[in-house]
């Protein structure tokens, strides 16, 4: 592949500004700088690359993890709080798509006062098979309570709670107390405000909102509020059903 196509693919500016930061000498491929547009690179998956000084791999699609802090929305047009993708690096934000929006898009939204593990990804099936709700991928939320949770309501979001916009009653997989006013609730669909909802139609109301887990896939400790990486195979096969 030519040097600048790849620049362009990974989100670098269109193919005459990847051209030119060839040309100007700001990349180099595995330690040796280009200046060759029309240059051809191995484009293997991981490929180590530079451009003006910042360390960069190749990656033919994007997977990534996302520490979401409060006051963010998962919006590319957000309405009152800044957007969770200015958290995101230009170059992902800008890899070209093939249909739809350019970039890397957030894979189901949480509230802008919600916090924990978001996914992104440019793989259109991959963000349909993490989002359908065919697919039941359990998530697993961290839920602070205004009251102390209760024995009874524990077992009614278990057995379910119907929600106003829904006559079917809607189940959490697992609830679990961890102590009296923190809940470890597990579901494996996504309604929207569907925690707080829950926890409200069984007497109660959430204080705190905290997404753990994804699937197999647990929040790092050391991936700071704030902070992406991208999903390596491990990762990704966290995520896969078992």
Same mark, same amino acid.
């Given at each position: 592949?030519?040097?600048? *196509?790849? &620049? ?15 040309? @100007?000498?700001?990349?180099? /491929?595995?330690? /040796? ?7 051809? $690179?191995?484009?293997? %998956?991981? &490929? ?27 919006? @590319? #047009? ?8 200015? &958290?995101?690096?230009?170059? +992902?934000? @800008? ?13 189901? #939204? ?7 593990l978001l996914l992104l990804s440019d793989?259109?099936?991959?963000? !349909? ?12 939320? *961290? ?11 524990? #077992?009614?979001?278990?057995?379910? $709670? ?13 609830? *679990?107390?961890?102590? %009296? ?5 597990? +579901?494996?669909?996504?309604?929207? !405000?569907?925690?707080? #909802? ?11 909102? !905290? ?15 704030? @902070?992406?990486?991208? &999903?390596? *195979? ?9």
């Amino acid at each position: 592949m030519e040097i600048q *196509e790849l &620049l362009y693919r990974q989100g670098f500016g269109t193919r005459r500004v990847c051209a030119g930061l060839v040309q @100007q000498g700001y990349v180099s /491929v595995e330690g /040796v700088t280009l200046t060759d547009a029309a240059a051809e $690179v191995d484009a293997r %998956e991981g &490929l180590p690359f530079m451009v003006r000084g910042e360390a960069w791999a190749y990656h033919a699609k994007a997977y990534l993890m996302l520490h979401k802090p409060a006051g963010i929305e998962c919006s @590319q #047009r957000p309405s009152a709080w800044p957007s969770v993708y200015t &958290l995101l690096p230009a170059p +992902l934000r @800008q890899r070209p798509a093939k249909g739809g929006t350019d970039g890397v898009q957030a894979i189901g #939204r949480l509230d802008q006062d919600t916090t924990g593990l978001l996914l992104l990804s440019d793989d259109g099936a991959f963000i !349909h098979r993490m989002s359908s709700p065919k697919r039941h991928v359990p998530k697993v939320y *961290e839920v602070q309570g205004v009251h102390d949770f209760t024995p009874d309501q524990m #077992r009614r979001l278990c057995d379910g $709670v119907v929600l106003d916009d829904d006559p079917r009653p809607v189940r959490a997989a697992a609830a *679990e107390r961890v102590d %009296e006013r923190h809940l470890r609730l597990t +579901l494996t669909e996504g309604k929207y !405000h569907q925690v707080k #909802r829950m926890v409200a139609a069984v007497g109660n109301r959430v204080a705190g909102l !905290h997404r753990s887990r994804i699937g197999g896939l647990a929040l790092p400790a050391d991936l700071a509020p704030g @902070q992406w990486r991208w &999903l390596d *195979e491990g990762a990704l096969a966290l995520l896969r059903p078992a």
